[in-house]
């Protein structure tokens, strides 16, 4: 049961124009979101990051929006550059107790977009 | 700030032994996740170490275990090897994992079983 989806495996947009990557989620325990942008053979790069009693972060180029009723969230990224392209993945936490404490430290990842901008 | 650290990039093992991956976090981090990136089944979730204590862990098999040192370093052991365990596998560190921290990852270790 994946509980993070990103249903579009690609995105292809020209540079300078806007991306939206999109993402759904399906337990509503969730409370805090975050993008990563990863290239191959490394590690994930936290681009930015919500929690559930916001609708909107910015950051720069990147903006966030959370819909919880619809239980979606997207990352706007303006004006998209050719440095850009990567592979960027949603995921998604929430609250954990356990005998060692409360804890975020799990994240569910959706499957990923590849996005390419075109010069 | 150095970032987060893991060693060895690289390893190559034959199936049924045994491996030992090294993860050191950020500095002043406490929190220790440790994911496994395979093409068909994505990033997941293997465990989280805060303190030395394992506070949450994946549904992975007991062949997969971890620890934490008092430095907050952080160790994954996979045990008697099989050929579906060859993977990316990546630790991040956060700052406590008890709010809303953001996670920073490592470059990885890429492991292929032979």
């Known amino acids: 049961d994946q509980q993070v989806k990103q249903n579009s495996p690609s995105l292809s947009v020209q540079e300078g124009r806007i991306s939206i990557l999109n993402c759904d989620y399906t337990?509503?325990?969730?409370?805090?979101f975050l993008w990563y942008k990863k290239y191959p053979a490394e590690g994930p790069t936290f681009l930015i990051s919500?929690?559930?009693?916001?609708d909107k972060n910015e950051d720069g180029r990147f903006t966030v929006f959370l819909n919880k009723s619809a239980k979606h969230l997207s990352l706007h990224i303006v004006p998209s550059q050719p440095g850009d392209s990567a592979v960027y993945f949603c995921?998604?936490?929430?609250?954990?107790?356990?005998?060692?404490?409360?804890?975020?430290?799990?994240?569910?990842f959706g499957q990923g977009t590849i996005l390419t901008v075109h010069p | 700030k150095a970032g987060v650290t893991q060693t060895p990039r690289y390893l190559i093992k034959t199936r049924g032994q045994q491996v030992t991956l090294s993860c050191s976090p950020i500095?002043?981090?406490?929190?220790v996740s440790w994911y496994q990136q395979t093409p068909g089944q994505g990033l997941q979730f293997l465990f989280e170490?805060?303190?030395?204590?394992?506070?949450n862990k994946g549904n992975f098999p007991g062949r997969f275990s971890g620890r934490q040192f008092s430095n907050s370093r952080s160790e994954m052991n996979v045990s008697t090897l099989e050929l579906g365990d060859s993977a990316l596998y990546l630790c991040?560190?956060?700052?406590?994992?008890?709010?809303?921290?953001?996670?920073?990852f490592g470059p990885g270790t890429r492991l292929t079983v032979l």
């Open positions: 991040a560190s956060s700052f406590s994992g008890v709010s809303y921290n953001e996670q920073f």
């Open positions: 337990n509503s325990m969730f409370d805090y």
């Open positions: 919500i929690s559930s009693i916001k």
């Open positions: 995921a998604a936490s929430a609250s954990y107790g356990s005998a060692g404490g409360t804890s975020y430290g799990k994240l569910t």
């Open positions: 500095s002043g981090h406490r929190s």
């Open positions: 170490y805060f303190s030395e204590t394992q506070r």
